[in-house]
């Protein structure tokens, strides 16, 4: 009976996670919102095995990590979590360059994309809620690649690629730490794929549902040697 807890359940990548990961009524799902005022109908309709449980947390603020974590251990009763998908995440200025990086933007993506994902691992491991396997999977893209980037020209979306190359850095340490503390966790950095959701836009090349059946198949394939590596939702590893 797996425990699966992830960020930015609302719409994109993570509820159509929420909608694979619920219809195995053995799985117990977490979905978090940023708000519980958001308009929830599209997850609220997925709950048909009764399994999702729909908790609050901004991932850009700390104060609201640790009501979501406190909140995750009075739902699991005594239930560790064996997945923790750190999906929220934001692409805000796309048309920022290197050159025209606004300070409060880039704070703003380093927030929600790297300190979130770091404040939430953190949380559940100081509140001994993470089981002795966990797998995390911190959301990255291509672009937080120094390989791909470099062969990407013009380069795109800057302040948001900086981001998730400091998440990318996170993965690694998160990956020999956490597994120093809980002897079988594995943590890795995902490259979704270019995915038709808010952000990746009309133009994207595949299907949310494509994306994420591949993405589980990657994280259920994970051995204990493949903490610390880059993975796209194919199966194929990324270069850092
Ligand atoms: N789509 C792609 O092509 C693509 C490619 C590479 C990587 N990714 C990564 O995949 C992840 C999911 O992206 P997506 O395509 O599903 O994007 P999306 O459609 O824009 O959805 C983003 C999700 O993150 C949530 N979120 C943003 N800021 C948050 C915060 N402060 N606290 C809590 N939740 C927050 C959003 O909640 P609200 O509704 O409340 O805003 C929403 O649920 C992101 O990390 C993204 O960088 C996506």
């Given at each position: 009976?797996p425990?699966y807890?992830?960020?930015?359940?609302n719409?994109?990548l993570g509820?159509?996670f929420v909608?694979?990961l619920s219809?195995?009524s053995s799985n117990t799902?977490?979905?978090?919102?940023r708000?519980m005022s958001?308009?929830?109908?599209d997850l609220k309709?997925?709950n048909?095995n009764?399994n999702?449980?729909?908790?609050e947390c901004?991932?850009?603020?700390?104060?609201?990590?640790?009501?979501?974590v406190e909140?995750?251990?009075?739902?699991?009763s005594?239930?560790?979590?064996d997945y923790?998908?750190?999906?929220?995440?934001i692409?805000a200025?796309?048309?920022?360059?290197?050159?025209?990086i606004?300070?409060?933007?880039?704070n703003?993506h380093i927030?929600?994309?790297?300190?979130g994902?770091a404040?939430?691992?953190?949380?559940f491991?100081k509140?001994?809620l993470?089981a002795?396997?966990?797998?995390?999977?911190?959301?990255?893209?291509?672009l937080?690649?120094?390989?791909?980037?470099?062969?990407?020209k013009?380069?795109?979306?800057?302040t948001?690629?900086?981001?998730k190359?400091?998440?990318n850095?996170?993965t690694?340490?998160q990956?020999e730490?956490?597994?120093?503390?809980?002897?079988g966790?594995?943590?890795i950095s995902?490259?979704?794929?270019?995915?038709?959701t808010r952000?990746?836009?009309?133009g994207a090349?595949?299907?949310?549902?494509?994306?994420?059946?591949?993405?589980l198949k990657?994280?259920?394939?994970?051995k204990?040697?493949d903490?610390a590596?880059?993975?796209?939702y194919?199966g194929?590893q990324?270069?850092w």
């Amino acid at each position: 009976m797996p425990v699966y807890v992830l960020t930015g359940a609302n719409r994109g990548l993570g509820l159509e996670f929420v909608r694979q990961l619920s219809a195995d009524s053995s799985n117990t799902v977490i979905g978090a919102v940023r708000s519980m005022s958001n308009d929830l109908t599209d997850l609220k309709s997925l709950n048909k095995n009764n399994n999702i449980h729909i908790l609050e947390c901004d991932t850009g603020d700390a104060s609201s990590i640790t009501s979501f974590v406190e909140a995750c251990g009075n739902t699991l009763s005594g239930k560790k979590i064996d997945y923790l998908l750190n999906n929220s995440g934001i692409n805000a200025v796309p048309e920022q360059d290197s050159l025209s990086i606004s300070e409060g933007d880039m704070n703003e993506h380093i927030k929600i994309n790297v300190l979130g994902p770091a404040k939430t691992t953190e949380g559940f491991h100081k509140a001994d809620l993470l089981a002795s396997d966990v797998k995390v999977l911190n959301m990255t893209s291509g672009l937080g690649s120094m390989k791909v980037s470099i062969g990407i020209k013009p380069r795109k979306c800057t302040t948001y690629s900086i981001s998730k190359a400091a998440l990318n850095m996170l993965t690694i340490h998160q990956g020999e730490e956490l597994r120093k503390k809980l002897q079988g966790a594995v943590v890795i950095s995902m490259d979704p794929g270019w995915v038709k959701t808010r952000m990746g836009g009309e133009g994207a090349l595949i299907e949310a549902h494509e994306s994420i059946s591949g993405m589980l198949k990657v994280l259920h394939g994970l051995k204990k040697e493949d903490t610390a590596s880059f993975w796209t939702y194919t199966g194929e590893q990324v270069p850092w």
